[in-house]
């Protein structure tokens, strides 16, 4: 078994007023060799952002771009006509593809958006754009971990185009729960959004995240009411 820990603030930062972002690996001008990236996860992006605020209309290709929202909700518009709002309880992917731009915008005028914002390496390139959002409400879990992301269409969760399966866990204080790696060769990076907890023996507190790979399967304990992100990816490129 292996593992790598990056704790909150040890991240990078980027703070551009509307903007507040924290960044788990490489991004912009936060450049560190030693965190490009966690197998074929390329970006884990912690973001606020201020009241009618946002991202303007800017393109992306190959790459699978998942957003979840923590607090407030943010509208989404892309080129292949789709408007959309994601708010807390909602996950969003985009699959870049062959091209697609987008914009990302607060229309609050009173309260900001936090959400988390992660790129993955796709499986294959140059596939058709594709956009997709659920609603976790009527799939969400107590105190075991439930999937919201996952690389079977017709599978619980959006559909990514890798062989990638993510999922939430909420726990109170003293409830545990073991998560199964899927897919051989692949490694799962935990990412803690509230609380504290221990995962194989190590403890991590809010924003704090850790990989594990060269296993079989990881063990979550919370050490007070927690919410985790695993996301398990492929770790060759």
Known sequence: ????????????????????????????????????????????????????????????????????????????KDSMGNVAVIKEGDVQVLSAGTGVTHSEKNKNKDKEVKFLQIWVFPKSKNTEPRYDQISIKDIEKQNEFYQVVSPNKDDQGVWLNQDAWFHLGNFTKGNSDEYKIKKEGNGVYAFILDGEVEINNEKLSKRDGIGVWDTDSINVKASEDARVLLMEVPMAL
């Open 1 to 76: 078994m292996n593992t790598v820990i990056h704790k909150a603030e040890t991240r990078g930062k980027a703070n551009h007023g509307w903007l507040n972002s924290h960044h788990t690996f490489s991004f912009a001008n936060y450049h560190n060799p030693e965190r490009m990236n966690y197998g074929v996860l390329r970006v884990l992006n912690d973001d606020t952002v201020q009241a009618e605020m946002g991202f303007g209309t800017h393109p992306h290709q190959n790459m699978e771009i998942i957003s979840i929202p923590l607090e407030g909700d943010l509208e989404h």
